[in-house]
């Protein structure tokens, strides 16, 4: 059966190279060197190209002490379970104005940041980030406020109230980061950030430092 198989596999390819439909095949195919096969190095470029990176070099899944290094400011930790937050001792520099910082994490890895803000009662404020939003991650979208309580359920269970929070608004990076800004009180906004597996250029003149 073997010498068979051997004989039929010979006659095919004597047949081939007899019509000429070998060399038809080679022709057609892209000589080895022709292929472009991205290094290891260009891949890896790539990806940290992608890589969503907070602030002063921040990355999901690091750890609390990898954050702090990174994030000059101060932090006070306080942990519940497999959940911990880091609050910022002093309010930060986001795009023109000042935010509480937050960073939360789970089973010691980095998984949610939120930037809260106090509303100065101008809406210009809000609108200002959305169109400095917009010029960093692209079209925004409206963002489910279920949805934005759901996540934060997961760190502080009924920090928000659903009927509370509003004009919320949506955008994702290209990794796949997920970046929510909506008024979660009638005089307090925030920007939260989540992770790929949560789902969710040019700066064109606005301030985009921290966002």
């Not at 997920?178 to 250029?201: D, M």
Request: proline share 5%; glycine share 8%; with cysteine.
């Amino acid at each position: 059966m073997r010498a068979i198989q051997r004989m039929t596999a010979l006659g095919m390819a004597l047949a081939l190279v007899c019509s000429g439909a070998w060399a038809d095949a080679e022709a057609a195919a892209p000589a080895a060197s022709s292929l472009v096969v991205p290094s290891l190095r260009e891949t890896i470029q790539a990806q940290a190209e992608t890589e969503f990176s907070f602030r002063s070099g921040i990355h999901w899944n690091m750890s609390p002490e990898q954050v702090q290094t990174l994030e000059n400011t101060p932090m006070t930790t306080r942990s519940s379970g497999d959940w911990s937050v880091s609050v910022a001792g002093a309010p930060v520099e986001v795009s023109r104005f000042t935010a509480d910082l937050v960073f939360m994490f789970y089973q010691n890895q980095l998984k949610m940041i939120t930037y809260e803000f106090q509303s100065d009662g101008s809406a210009l404020s809000y609108q200002y980030l959305i169109g400095a939003l917009c010029s960093v991650y692209g079209d925004l979208r409206d963002a489910d406020p279920a949805v934005i309580k759901a996540l934060m359920d997961q760190i502080y269970p009924d920090r928000y109230r659903t009927e509370l929070i509003s004009q919320a608004h949506a955008w994702t990076a290209p990794d796949g980061t997920g970046i929510y800004l909506y008024y979660f009180t009638a005089n307090a906004f925030a920007i939260l950030y989540t992770p790929p597996e949560f789902g969710s250029g040019n700066a064109g003149g606005y301030a985009v430092n921290g966002l």
